[in-house]
């Protein structure tokens, strides 16, 4: 059953491109929205985020397997398929600046829908979160061995591999 949001857009015939979430670029402070396409009725509330916090005294273990966890659990599929396949085949070569940009691109914007359309370049990057990782995100992406990347890996592989 579809939604009244779907079935109006579909209805009225807008285009898909106007269904995507403006990208939010720079913003002093971080909260969420919900993902409702427009505030028609003035409703919405926003709900304040925490500031994103570098850990510098965290394990690169620790820093590791926090990020392969946070890679996971995204707010939606696309990214944690996406992230926790980059993160299976890179996490453990990173070096601690590569993990410091990594953690911080998928931890401080608010949308998920940012990270995935700069991953996938359909928006722009902005020049924070221009960087190493991020080129190898956005080469991850273009998955140019046409590999089958239909569920995000099992949790297993950590362990199996620091043995």
């Known amino acids: 059953m579809l939604?009244?949001?779907v079935a109006r857009r579909l209805v009225t015939g807008l285009h898909r491109a106007a269904w995507r979430p403006a990208v939010t670029g720079l913003v002093s402070s971080r909260g969420y929205r919900g993902d409702a396409p427009d505030d028609t009725r003035g409703d919405l509330i926003e709900i304040p985020l925490?500031?994103?916090e570098d850990k510098p005294s965290e394990s690169i273990d620790i820093k590791r397997r926090r990020l392969l966890y946070e890679s996971r659990k995204r707010g939606m599929l696309e990214n944690c398929i996406l992230l926790s396949l980059?993160?299976?085949r890179y996490l453990n070569t990173?070096?601690?600046?590569?993990?410091?940009?990594?953690?911080?691109?998928i931890n401080e914007p608010s949308n998920d829908w940012d990270i995935y359309y700069w991953a996938t370049?359909?928006?722009p990057t902005p020049d924070v979160y221009k960087s190493e990782v991020m080129?190898?995100?956005q080469e991850f992406t273009k998955n140019r061995d046409h590999e089958q990347r239909l569920d995000a890996p099992n949790l297993e592989y950590l362990d199996k591999e620091s043995q």
Do not use: G, H, T
Not at 94 to 105: A, F, G, P, T, V
């Open 86 to 88: 980059f993160a299976k």
């Open 135 to 137: 080129d190898m995100l």
């Open 94 to 105: 990173m070096s601690e600046i590569q993990l410091q940009q990594y953690d911080r691109l």
């Open 3 to 5: 939604s009244s949001v």
């Open 50 to 52: 925490p500031p994103w």
């Open 121 to 123: 370049q359909a928006q």
